[in-house]
């Protein structure tokens, strides 16, 4: 009797592994997606105040971006918890959008 109610204590663990994996996903796809977008303006606009011309600060920020959505999907799977791949996404992203966000009222 013993080993048929075993199965039913590991449903709850098993959906908090589950909802471990889709939320390390939803923060790999959605907030790479948003870390990318935010290094993206906040480096294009700084860049483009250095007095780089507007259009190669514009590719290098984009360039730059894909190459930040990709690393941020490695952190999301690569962190111990979930909870840490968000912080770890989260935090850079809120910061790159408040530059771009300063950046955005400055006359050149």
Known sequence: M??????????PAMGRYRW???SRALAATAGGYALASATAAGL??????????SVDA?????????????????????CANARRAWIG???PTALLEALAYALRGVTA
């Open 58 to 78: 514009v590719l290098w920020a984009t360039m730059l971006g894909f190459v930040v959505h990709a690393m941020a999907a490695l952190w999301a799977f690569g």
């Open 20 to 22: 471990a994996v889709a």
């Open 2 to 11: 013993a080993d048929i109610a075993a199965p039913h204590k590991r449903v």
């Open 89 to 91: 996404i989260v935090a």
């Open 44 to 53: 294009g606009l700084a860049l483009a105040r250095s007095g780089s011309h």
